[in-house]
């Protein structure tokens, strides 16, 4: 089977490389005459391009080319030629020059004035008086004068359109003189065109006779490849089949014996029924004689007679018994030669089966291994679970604090804008007592008033250690007193506040995470840490405190 794979694929790897052949070779060819095709059409459309631009051009030749093929082309292009010059003919104009017809417009001109001169001779000789015949010849002078007019009006129109025609005359000759060059190029290129039509034709018979032929020797080759494989294949199922008849008969043989080897194993425990039940009768027998002698030991004398026969006809059963026990063990050597036999055979039975529970055991050892193994993830996956559990309730817990927090935080803020408000009324009732009192020490100080109330009036910088200490009355100082303390209070809450979060921010990264400064700090100042828009807030409230007192800022 394997040797018939391998020719099938070898025979179709070589029907596949001769087809890649004949494709490479198609593709080729199909490349040179598109190749060509194209180079004819960019030809063809550069004529069109070129002669076929202004009032459809050559539209009639290029009508005509149908296929590649113009119509009414004859040998050497003589109906051509013979057509240009027809149509040359016509626009030159029944082949007279201008001069003649001038004359015999002159002339033409001359007959008509005479006749005109006989008529007016005619109507003059008609009038009496000199008087009517000046005033016919008036009349008629003026009759004549719009003619003239009228001819001159008429003579302007016509040399316009003379013009037009002789300008649309140039038009017609340039366009028929681009038509004919369009038709000698489009002559060429038809010609071109049944050359590389008979090429390809040829090409093409020939290629089609070259494909044939190696189509041929492909289809034969495979076909006795096939040939090869299918006799392969015969023999191969001859040779299954005889394989299978001869299992078969091994089968037969293998259940007969099995057969036999039951029959004798039945016989054999027959066997064995019959002796312990021979041996059973001799006990009973044994017994019965010895209850015989133990109750006739009266009676021994006289019946020793008797029992010397009997013990006679005893011995020779015994020795009958002995005869045959020999033959039964002759028998039970062979039967136990046999059954060594197959004892053998069980006991490679029973090696296979401890091999067998052997891996057997390897297998639940890896059981127990792995239910061990699922018994300790369960339990880390339920430690897990709790410690989740107790990771969220105390992040609701701290949810909650925060919350709190937030409260007081907002209290806080209320607290700073109202203090805000009162220390600006009392910086206010300050400046006002202070500017009808301090005159004096405001000049010994040396630092103008406007400095201070630049700062937005408040008390606490007045108190800073870089300027001194004024002698102020005891109104004027208690409201700064207290309201530094105050500020001095607030201040150092949010500026601890925020040097925590600080703290946290930038070396410890999670809440959760326990250092030596948070076990110092109190409970309700801490919570999770705040993130840069809230620390910007607390600035501006230290901002909005303006306090140099305090030990943080």
Not at 501 to 526: D, E, Q, R
Request: aromatic share 6%; charged share 30%.
């Amino acid at each position: 089977w394997v040797a018939c794979v391998l020719q099938i694929m070898n025979g179709l790897e070589n029907f596949k490389h001769h087809f890649q052949e004949l494709a490479y070779t198609v593709n080729k060819t199909a490349g040179a005459h598109s190749d060509m095709a194209e180079e004819l059409s960019r030809q063809l459309e550069d004529i069109l391009s070129t002669y076929c631009h202004e009032d459809g051009g050559v539209g009639g030749e290029d009508a005509a080319v149908t296929n590649g093929q113009p119509d009414g082309v004859e040998v050497n292009g003589l109906s051509e030629k013979e057509d240009g010059k027809q149509e040359e003919a016509k626009l030159n104009g029944n082949g007279f020059p201008e001069k003649d017809q001038k004359k015999l417009q002159e002339k033409k001109k001359v007959k008509g004035l005479g006749k005109e001169i006989t008529l007016l001779m005619q109507t003059f000789n008609t009038l009496s008086t000199p008087e009517e015949k000046l005033g016919g010849l008036c009349k008629k002078y003026a009759e004549l004068l719009e003619e003239n007019r009228n001819a001159q009006k008429q003579m302007r129109s016509l040399q316009k359109k003379q013009t037009q025609l002789i300008q649309e005359k140039d038009h017609l000759r340039n366009e028929h003189s681009k038509a004919i060059l369009a038709r000698s190029k489009l002559e060429s290129l038809c010609r071109e065109l049944q050359r590389h039509n008979r090429t390809l034709k040829e090409d093409g018979v020939q290629r089609a006779r070259l494909e044939e032929e190696k189509r041929k020797e492909v289809t034969s080759h495979f076909q006795v490849t096939l040939n090869d494989i299918q006799a392969q294949m015969e023999q191969h199922n001859k040779r299954n089949a005889n394989l299978r008849q001869e299992n078969m008969e091994l089968a037969d043989k293998l259940k007969k014996l099995i057969e036999q080897y039951e029959l004798r194993e039945e016989h054999i425990d027959k066997v064995f029924k019959q002796k312990d039940l021979q041996q059973q009768l001799v006990d009973a027998k044994l017994h019965q004689a010895q209850a015989l002698l133990k109750g006739s030991e009266d009676r021994h004398q006289k019946e020793k007679d008797f029992l010397l026969k009997e013990a006679a006809e005893s011995q020779r059963m015994y020795e009958l018994m002995k005869q045959q026990e020999v033959h039964l063990k002759q028998q039970l050597s062979l039967y136990t030669e046999k059954f060594e036999e197959f004892q053998n055979t069980l006991s490679k039975s029973n090696e296979v089966f401890t091999t067998f529970k052997q891996e057997m055991e390897k297998m639940t050892k890896k059981i127990k291994k792995l239910e061990k193994e699922t018994t300790m993830y369960r339990s880390r996956w339920e430690s897990s679970n709790k410690a989740l559990l107790e990771m969220a309730e105390e992040k609701t817990l701290r949810d909650k604090e925060f919350e709190s927090l937030q409260v007081k935080v907002q209290r806080l803020e209320k607290l700073c804008r109202a203090l805000q408000i009162e220390r600006n009324e009392l910086s206010k009732k300050v400046q006002g007592v202070s500017t009808g009192v301090e005159s004096k020490p405001e000049t010994e100080t040396g630092s103008p008033s406007e400095a201070t109330d630049s700062e937005e009036g408040s008390p606490v910088h007045q108190n800073s250690p870089e300027t001194p200490q004024t002698s102020c009355s005891p109104a004027c100082h208690c409201a700064p007193e207290l309201e530094a303390e105050t500020h001095r209070e607030v201040c150092s809450v949010f500026c601890f506040k925020m040097f925590v979060n600080w703290y946290f921010i930038l070396f410890a990264g999670h809440s959760n995470l326990t250092f030596p400064l948070y076990k110092k700090v109190p409970k309700m100042l801490l919570d999770f840490p705040s993130p840069p828009v809230y620390i910007y807030l607390q600035i501006k409230i230290l901002r909005t405190l303006k306090c140099d007192l305090c030990f943080y800022c």
